[in-house]
T-cell receptor
Framework: KNQVEQSPQSLIILEGKNCTLQ??????????LRWYKQDTGRGPVSLTI?????NTKSNGRYTATLDADTKQSSLHITASQLSDSASYIC??????????????FGKGTLLTVNP | DAGVIQSPRHEVTEMGQEVTLRCKPI?????LFWYRQTMMRGLELLIY????????DSGMPEDRFSAKMPNASFSTLKIQPSEPRDSAVYFC???????????FGPGTRLTVL
């Protein structure tokens, strides 16, 4: 069964500190992995999309890594800001025939950045 | 571009009533997705359209739910009859391709009393 597990469920850090969020998956055949940021009361916004051959991808202070062998991904946030407070969702896509695919969602990590 | 547009933003209805949620995808996108989000279950894909054709509706919970995409610029998600357990935030998203980056709308918060 395709599954995506995220850890921790929630995290509280002080402004300016770094943090790392984890995503483990058992999805196959793997197509890509995405990290989304969802602010309270808003729709998710894509941070990164990574394919099988990509190990690292950065978007400003956000850096995602992917280890396709161990089926693990991480999202590292550097020098956190209050605006980083949000839910971070890991989504893994599996090829499902032709151009079709299936998405499997993690339940997200709720990050709170305190001043 | 205005992004993905959803209406209404909030809907409060009574059990048994019909509810219709609307979505206008980003112009030029050929894939459209409907999601449901709750605290308990997180984000769930309900149905996915490609070029206005439903590709995967395995996430639609039951026959009370139906979705249509009559043209490339409009889609509806209908619940009839609605039940309290349908209370959730419903998101619509669109993308250039089925595997590309998805752009989410602001969501419709549905409360069924």
């Amino acid at each position: 069964k395709n599954q995506v597990e995220q850890s921790p469920q929630s995290l509280i850090i002080l402004e300016g500190k770094n943090c790392t969020l984890q995503c483990n998956y058992t999805v196959s055949p793997f197509s890509n992995l995405r990290w989304y940021k969802q602010d309270t009361g808003r729709g998710p916004v894509s941070l990164t999309i990574m394919t099988f051959s990509e190990n690292t991808k950065s978007n400003g202070r956000y850096t995602a890594t992917l280890d396709a062998d161990t089926k693990q991904s991480s999202l590292h946030i550097t020098a956190s800001q209050l605006s980083d407070s949000a839910s971070y969702i890991c989504v893994v896509s599996a090829v499902s025939g032709g151009s079709n695919y299936k998405l499997t969602f993690g339940k997200g990590t709720l990050l709170t950045v305190n001043p | 571009d205005a992004g993905v547009i959803q209406s209404p933003r909030h809907e409060v209805t009574e059990m048994g009533q019909e509810v219709t949620l609307r979505c206008k995808p980003i112009s030029g996108h050929n894939s459209l997705f409907w999601y449901r989000q709750t605290m308990m279950r997180g984000l769930e894909l309900l149905i996915y359209f490609n070029n206005n054709v439903p590709i995967d509706d395995s996430g639609m919970p039951e026959d009370r739910f139906s979705a249509k995409m009559p043209n490339a610029s409009f889609s509806t998600l209908k619940i009839q009859p609605s039940e309290p357990r349908d209370s959730a935030v419903y998101f619509c998203a669109s993308s250039w391709t089925g595997v590309g980056e998805q752009f989410f709308g602001p969501g419709t918060r549905l409360t069924v009393l």
